[in-house]
């Protein structure tokens, strides 16, 4: 089984951007279909984006299309999550994932990482 380690979380005002990496070991990486989530505090975690296996095909909610890329190394075990003209409501904990499906369903997703804090600044 693969254990997603996500990094690049942070303090950054409003407007800027910030990388998140999330490197999965302990498994076939490019097997997996891989999503970001978050969770803001007191509400339920949400969809972000996501991308297929082999990066053909990728997905993002319409909170952050546009101002969100995810995208993926295969050869270096790693997804990533470029967020620009960040918002203070895109401060949230953000989780990344591993799953046989891709999707927006945060159920289909088999493995978690333990999540990365994003706070943005007004």
């Known amino acids: 089984q693969v254990q997603p380690v996500e990094s690049g979380g942070g303090l950054v005002q409003a407007g800027g951007s910030l990388r998140l990496s999330c490197a999965a070991s302990?498994?076939?990486?490019?097997?997996?279909?891989m999503g970001w989530f978050r969770q803001a505090p007191g509400k339920e975690r949400e969809f972000v984006a996501a991308?297929?296996?082999?990066?053909?095909?990728?997905a993002y909610a319409d909170s952050v299309k546009g101002r969100f890329t995810i995208s993926r190394d295969n050869a270096k075990n790693t997804v990533f999550l470029q967020m620009n003209s960040l918002k203070p409501e895109d401060t949230a904990v953000y989780y990344c994932?591993?799953?046989?499906?891709?999707?927006?369903?945060?159920?289909?997703?088999?493995?978690w990482g333990q999540g990365t804090q994003v706070t943005v600044s007004s």
């Open positions: 994932a591993a799953g046989g499906s891709y999707s927006a369903l945060a159920r289909v997703y088999d493995y």
């Open positions: 302990g498994g076939t990486f490019s097997s997996y279909a």
């Open positions: 991308i297929t296996r082999s990066a053909a095909n990728t």
